[in-house]
């Protein structure tokens, strides 16, 4: 049996497992972490326009909890030392392997193994969380955090105190899905499952889930779960049409980037070089 059919198997029975069976499913799932930590493994992955969670990896990584023991690392003088079970992604790289990987990583930054970080990225004083994704290029800016198993495009900027969900239950939820060259403002939301795409410029201060309205300023229309290509999204309220005295909140598309947006929000070379 394959490591993907033996970890789909005891997941199955997971209330049942013993010791021998943590024991013989270990290797599996460190390989799998491996898998993830190197980028051949994804949570989600786009197929046909769309992206379709892959249920295996919330299950690896579910089992690796029982399937592991916390241990005390020590990341250093002056630095917390830490109590858990899944190890810190940068505990054992030397200098050759920063300069390999051509990421950048200011004190502070926190990374859990499991995360892939792609080259070029720049991980200010933030966490990145087991089974998360970061494409290339991308900045993970200060108090920022990218939950477990969430996907983040290549060129995204995610701003101070932003928040990008984690999901590992329910199984079958799609992640939080950030796509390639997307702003999300300062201490704005993404959580559960929101996907958005190509060129959005997220404001500061929004908040968006599954249910949150996304209203179109121009066209009336309204969606939910998917922030449209390009769209500039603001925090905003709409009135609720059985109670016109009540407001609730809503986020607004006010416009599509136009090359003046992209100016305001470019990435700045500099600081990934």
Known sequence: MDSRAL???????RGELTGADLAELAPHIEAGLTALDRGELRAANP??????????????ILLSFPAQRNALADSGTGRPKSFDKVPLKFEAWQESDFEKSRIRVVPGAVV?????????????????????YVGAGTMIDTWATVGSCAQIGERCHISGGAGIGGVLEPIGDNPVVIEDDVFIGARSEVAEGVRVRRGAVIGM??????????VDRATGEVLRGEVPEDAVVVAGARTDPRRPEISTYAAVIVKYADERTRGKTALNDLVRD
Do not use: C, Q
């Open 7 to 13: 970890i789909e198997s005891a997941f199955e029975r």
């Open 47 to 60: 197929v046909d326009g769309h992206w379709a969670a892959d249920t295996f990896v919330k299950k690896l």
């Open 112 to 132: 859990r193994h499991g995360a892939y970080v792609a080259p070029g990225v720049v991980l200010m004083p933030s966490f990145v969380n087991i089974g998360a």
């Open 205 to 214: 201060g929004v908040y968006l889930g599954a249910s949150t309205p996304i």
